[in-house]
């Protein structure tokens, strides 16, 4: 199984492929060891990097979110390679149209998709949250421009910047939810609970 996350990783880095960083896999292996989670939402999943981390990590079965057809193929090829196959189910698609149809609460939600729609996934993922799950949000930071300890290095940027700056003020401001920020984790995670009745 290392050997093939290994190749996992170097494919990424020569693609360019966006994976989590080595602080987020050590979070989400900790978060899935502690909260031993059975069903595990992922919108964004490329190339299956994070889904396989935590499958690792875990006895859930996961439900992949991708909009690209490209790396689907590569996903599930990584899937058969760590024998994960029975236990991963993907769904191909834009997230905002995919979603609305999901029937089916889970128990962990890590969200790694379009940065500068996470407001708008926002509203559909928290219906799918179960009252005892986490919601894991990453790249919340982006680079240090969300936080203002780096400036926003091109104008492409500020839209992100501005939806990420709104993601976290939306989480914060919901009196229901229980949310910690961990802005120099990574390129930033945030997580969320719901507030206990």
């Known amino acids: 199984m290392e050997k093939v ?10 693609k360019k492929i966006c994976i989590i960083l080595p602080e987020t896999r050590v ?3 900790e978060l899935c060891q502690k909260t031993k989670p059975k069903k595990i939402l992922e919108v964004g999943t490329a190339i299956g990097f994070s889904a396989s981390w935590m499958l690792r990590s875990c006895d859930a079965n996961i439900t992949c ?3 690209s057809a490209p790396n689907i193929v590569l996903a599930k090829q990584n899937f058969e390679k760590l024998g994960l196959t029975q236990r991963v189910k993907i ?11 999901f029937d089916e ?16 996934i926002l509203k559909l993922l928290l219906p799918l949250l179960d009252e005892n799950g986490t919601l894991v949000a990453d790249n919340v930071s982006f680079r240090g421009m969300v936080t203002g300890e780096n400036q926003i290095t091109e104008k492409r940027f500020e839209k992100t910047v501005k939806a990420l700056t709104k993601f976290l003020d939306d989480l914060k401001n919901n009196s229901n939810l229980e949310v910690e920020v961990y802005e120099k984790l990574g390129d930033g995670v945030c997580t969320a609970k719901w507030r206990k009745k």
């Open 91 to 101: 769904v191909y698609g834009d997230c905002l149209k995919t979603l609305p149809n």
């Open 105 to 120: 609460k889970f128990d962990l939600i890590f969200l790694d998709g379009p940065k500068g729609l996470y407001p708008e």
């Open 27 to 29: 979070f989400l292996r």
């Open 5 to 14: 996350l290994e190749e996992m990783q170097n494919y990424a880095k020569e």
């Open 65 to 67: 979110s991708e909009a």
